[in-house]
Every structure is written in C-alpha cells, then in structure tokens.
C-alpha cells in the first residue's frame, strides 16, 4: 500500500522568491522553472508551483499551531542541535518570532515563517 510520503506541494504567487529563499536560507536543492519547481532535501520532494488564483489564501498561520485554521499547518524540519541550527538560520536572514519551546533533554522546536507566510519549524526530537 503506501510506503512513504513522495512530495508536499506548495501553490505560491512568486516561485522565483520561494526557490531562492528554500535553496539558499534552507539547503534544498532544485531549480526556479517558468511555473514550478521540484525541490529536494535529502529524500523529501517540495513541489513548488505557481497558482493562478487571485483568492485571497485566507488565514494566515503562526506559531501558535492550536489556534491556526484547519488545513494543512506546516513544514518540520529535523535537527541535530536546535540552538546550532537557528544561529545559522539568523546569519542566512531568518526571522524566528519566538524562543525555542521546550526544556533541553524534551522535544524542542522554533517556528518561522517562508516568504509566502508558510509556517516552517526546526525540531529536536529528544
């Protein structure tokens, strides 16, 4: 039956400004087409396509996951060092709007947004 999750997908005004912010302030690796991208992070596939929708997205989502609107919430990114990964984060230009939750030795994790408003977090899984 299923044997692994193949690609998130994620509809976007300007696919040109989503590339470059994933490849350059996350480490993915892929391309900017004409109206997409596949882009790829060890063995996950984020499919970035450009929407011709002019509805507004509605909601946008925060980091306060419980009080965010149904639908698809975010993207988690595991790490080894949660502290070593959001200073480097900060160098390549990201905003984090909150502190890292969670005790050292629990599950921790830090929020952040793409430039689209897609929420984005780093884990650390004890």
């Known amino acids: 039956m299923l044997r692994r999750l193949d690609n998130v997908g994620i509809a976007v005004r300007d696919v040109k400004r989503i590339v470059d912010f994933y490849v350059t302030k996350l480490g993915f690796q892929g391309e900017a087409g004409a109206s997409d991208a596949s882009l790829g992070l060890a063995d996950v596939s984020l499919y970035v396509f450009r929407t011709e929708s002019t509805e507004a997205a509605g909601a946008r989502r925060t980091i306060d996951l419980y009080r965010n609107p149904a639908g698809v919430d975010h993207l988690a990114f595991q790490v080894d060092d949660i502290e070593a ?13 909150g502190p890292i939750v969670g005790a050292p030795g629990e599950f921790r994790y830090r929020g952040f947004a793409d430039p689209e408003g897609n929420m984005l977090y780093v884990i650390r899984r004890p």
Request: glycine letters at 8%; zero cysteines.
């Open 85 to 97: 990964a959001s200073r480097e984060l900060q160098a390549r230009g990201i905003v984090f709007p």
